[in-house]
């Protein structure tokens, strides 16, 4: 059964979503230096789904997520990178799990949203996975290298359908995640937004 993600321009489609309410963290890396991780502007619109298969659900997503590092650590910071996207689930098993993502701030190729310059950003082109009974699976949308102190990632109007999809209702999450790199130390820190089902 197919489980499609498809990235297009989702304004005229999705229209205005509801809000969820915004939130940050601050983390402090191993070595000293202050993380910021910010979810902002994030809706989840869930719309009839347009196949109208058994078991399909369709929604348009928003997000924008931001990482800062500030402050003075005792090492210098070698890399760092932002990546945002959904954690998607579902109660039953798929037989197959596939995603298609085009448009963005990178993608190189699209056929119903043409591509803004190419600004450091990466979109996924394809994706392809199983889900087992119970498993979640992270969704990367964005993943920007900190050229400076901060990096945001922004995604509007992406289009999400879940097809064969039976028992409870699907559902996304969410995440804001930046990794970090010095010459003592890795650190990895994670912002999850709340469930939010389609």
Not at 73 to 92: E, K, R
Not at 145 to 151: I, M, R
Not at 183 to 191: G, R
Request: hydrophobic content about 40%; glycine content about 12%.
């Amino acid at each position: 059964m197919a489980f499609p993600v498809l990235a297009v321009g989702g304004e005229s489609i999705a229209g205005a979503a509801p809000r969820i309410a915004d939130k940050s963290i601050v983390k402090y890396s191993d070595d000293g230096w202050k993380v910021g991780l910010t979810k902002s502007d994030e809706a989840v619109r869930s719309v009839p789904a347009l196949s109208r298969g058994h078991g399909s659900y369709e929604a348009f997503l928003d997000l924008r997520g931001v990482a800062t590092i500030s402050g003075a650590g005792s090492s210098s910071v070698d890399s760092a990178i932002l990546t945002t996207g959904f954690q998607v689930s579902c109660q039953w098993q798929f037989d197959g799990l596939q995603f298609g993502v085009s448009g963005g701030p990178s993608a190189q190729l699209s056929v119903s949203w043409p591509p803004a310059a190419i600004i450091g950003g990466q979109v996924s082109p394809s994706i392809s996975t199983t889900l087992k009974n119970g498993v979640t699976k992270d969704v990367e949308f964005a993943s920007k290298p900190l050229q400076g102190s901060t990096a945001s990632a922004r995604l509007e109007g992406v289009r999400i359908e879940i097809s064969g999809c039976v028992g409870a209702r699907p559902a996304v999450r969410s995440y804001v995640r930046l990794a970090m790199r010095t010459k003592t130390s890795d650190n990895t820190f994670s912002l999850y937004g709340k469930p939010q089902k389609l």
